[in-house]
């Protein structure tokens, strides 16, 4: 794992990088323009376009034809560490698409005849950065980082009626995945002086075929979702690494330039279950509690060791050449269980002739990291609420999201979290360490 430098370190642990946070959990941000405001637990009533991704089965009754596009026209993110002796914060504002899509019957006058669709999903996204200045009696350091991973998942579905209660429906989708970080470092002691800087990125396609199912009653609806295992067809990767050490006397140079060190970010299979009431005595009432299950796996090695050169010059001159290897990056999933739920209550002809419906929802997102040298461990907890106004043929959906580490405790002050993946110093692991997000999320669709 790469570590966080909050201290100046001797000379011979210059080599060690900044460790900048990258979280690869599944249900970060809640995609669709209704999953965005409901904490995802959508799959026993999705519905149109935002189906396609979330339960292809949606699409088995459609009579009509519809686009909807949702969007983080605001994601802030920051990030905190805290050690013994110092801490560092970073703040990250962004704009990010959701989810987009188009779905129709297949025959617009037999709403039994089934429908299909295609979205454009962004079930991961996150970047970051951090920077961090240590001064100290002996000498300073600096170091900086980012880091960001993203998935684009463009997904055609298909929906057809089993029986009067019941729809099922399949999906191909492509899962295009990039990974990139970027650390830099500079230091001096009074006798030596050090530089460096860290690259490595990574892309891969993907292919995950998914199934689903809906039934649905007066009051009940009930849904199942499963994604198989991604298939990897496509990969490259790539690290590249220089450092330079100098103490007046000797000259040490390491270069890593490896073009073909390989990715794979493992998609592991996915179930997600849900059921959503809607009482005869409150009928403008829903509720729906979902699970989402995935699994974990063996360790995979994300990207393979790269090797380089160390060079070092002293005088007389002498040059002496060594080879110099970067170990594999690894990735050991671990099988995860996330509960969703989410609530609507439509207010019917509240505002000039519109219905309006008022959603809340919350979730857990536990990381999938069982060990990694690459990505982060951190389990999260998230808030969304939302208002959706409706007239005619039109849909708009505004909402807020909340996402913080996995104790309460986080969303006001640092937390110690030893296991969280993020240490200061070898001997420091008792580190403090925060992760917020707030997300201002729009949403609408058309129906034709």
């Known amino acids: 794992m790469r570590f966080t430098i909050l201290i100046v370190l001797p000379a011979a642990a210059y080599a060690a990088q900044l460790e900048v946070l990258t979280l690869p959990n599944w249900n970060r941000i809640p995609v669709g323009e209704i999953s965005m405001v409901e904490g995802g637990a959508v799959v026993a009533r999705v519905k149109g376009p935002a189906s396609v991704f979330l339960n292809p089965a949606g699409l088995g009754r459609l009579d009509f034809a519809s686009v909807s596009g949702s969007f983080s026209a605001l994601e802030y993110n920051r990030v905190g560490a805290r050690s013994n002796t110092q801490d560092a914060k970073a703040d990250h504002a962004s704009l990010k698409p959701n989810l987009v899509g188009f779905a129709t019957a297949w025959d617009d ?8 669709g295609f979205a454009l999903a962004s079930p991961i996204s996150w970047s970051s950065a951090l920077q961090v200045d240590t001064t100290s009696s002996t000498g300073s350091r600096h170091d900086d980082g980012r880091s960001s991973l993203e998935a684009l998942v463009p997904t055609f579905g298909f929906g057809m009626p089993l029986s009067e209660s019941v729809a099922f429906g399949w999906s191909v989708e492509a899962w295009l995945v990039e990974y990139r970080l970027d650390t830099g470092s500079s230091a001096q002691d009074g006798t030596t002086l050090y530089t460096s800087t860290y690259t490595e990125n990574g892309r891969q396609l993907s292919l995950c075929l998914t199934g689903g199912l809906q039934w649905e009653s007066a009051n009940w609806n009930a849904g199942i979702h499963v994604r198989s295992p991604g298939i990897l067809l496509a990969s490259q990767g790539e690290i590249s690494s220089a450092s330079t050490t100098g103490d007046g006397t000797s000259t040490t140079l390491t270069s890593v330039r490896d073009h073909s060190a390989g990715f794979h970010m493992p998609l592991p299979w996915s179930v997600d279950l849900g059921l959503a009431w809607r009482p005869s005595s ?4 829903k509720i729906e509690a979902d699970l989402s299950i995935y699994g974990g796996g063996s360790t995979v090695s994300v990207f393979s060791a790269a090797t380089g050169t160390t060079t070092t010059v002293t005088p007389g001159p002498t040059v002496t050449s060594s080879p110099y290897t970067i170990p594999e990056r690894t990735f050991d999933p671990r099988f995860v269980i996330n509960p969703k739920l989410g ?7 509240l ?19 069982g060990s990694s040298d690459l990505f982060t461990r951190l389990n999260l907890i998230g808030g969304t609420t939302g208002v959706s106004l409706e007239k005619g043929h ?3 959906t505004i909402g807020a999201a909340y996402i913080t580490s996995s104790s ?5 002050k640092y937390v110690t979290a030893p296991s969280s993946g993020l240490q200061p110093s070898l001997a420091d692991p008792d580190t403090t360490f925060a992760v917020r997000s707030f997300i201002l999320g729009i949403g609408s669709s058309y129906r034709f």
């Open 109 to 116: 006058e037999d709403p039994d005849g089934g429908g299909w």
């Open 282 to 285: 409150l009928p403008h009432f």
């Open 343 to 349: 609530i609507a209550y439509q207010l019917e002809n």
């Open 351 to 369: 505002w000039r002739d519109r219905i309006v419906t008022l959603h809340l929802g919350g979730y857990f997102d536990r990381s999938p990291v």
């Open 394 to 396: 039109m849909h708009l």
């Open 408 to 412: 309460l405790t986080d969303a006001l």
